[in-house]
């Protein structure tokens, strides 16, 4: 999920990739990278809350740094519903919550 909204341009709200623009043409990377976003945060959702832990782990891993919830408010893809962001707000602080006050916490 953080790959895809990295490519959505903050001036314009359009998804940007140079390849898929060069073979699909701006519309429809726009539209596809669109949807494989909110389609990769709809997944991410149904995870239980122990998945989704496992999955901010792995990228705290690889990122070795802390993250905070107001950065990840940026995620969540502009076609989302109230709702939607709402529970994913919800879950992303209690996952954060969880990873902050676990013992082996290098972050």
């Given at each position: 999920?953080?790959?895809?909204?990295?490519l959505?341009?903050?001036?314009?709200?359009?998804?940007v990739?140079?390849?898929?623009?060069?073979?699909?043409?701006?519309?429809?990377?726009?539209?596809?990278?669109?949807?494989?976003?909110?389609?990769?945060?709809?997944?991410?959702?149904?995870?239980?809350?122990?998945?989704?832990?496992?999955?901010?782990?792995?990228?705290?891993?690889?990122?070795?740094?802390e993250?905070?919830?107001?950065?990840?408010?940026?995620?969540?893809?502009?076609?989302?519903?109230?709702?939607?962001?709402?529970?994913?707000?919800?879950?992303?602080?209690?996952?954060?919550?969880?990873?902050?006050?676990?013992?082996?916490?290098?972050?």
């Amino acid at each position: 999920m953080v790959f895809l909204a990295s490519l959505r341009d903050s001036l314009t709200g359009r998804y940007v990739h140079e390849t898929l623009t060069n073979l699909l043409g701006l519309e429809d990377a726009d539209r596809l990278l669109c949807h494989a976003h909110h389609r990769v945060f709809s997944e991410w959702l149904c995870f239980s809350l122990a998945e989704q832990k496992a999955d901010l782990d792995e990228f705290l891993e690889s990122e070795r740094r802390e993250v905070s919830l107001q950065e990840c408010r940026s995620l969540a893809p502009p076609g989302a519903r109230e709702v939607e962001r709402q529970l994913y707000l919800t879950d992303l602080e209690m996952v954060l919550e969880l990873i902050r006050h676990q013992p082996d916490n290098a972050f």
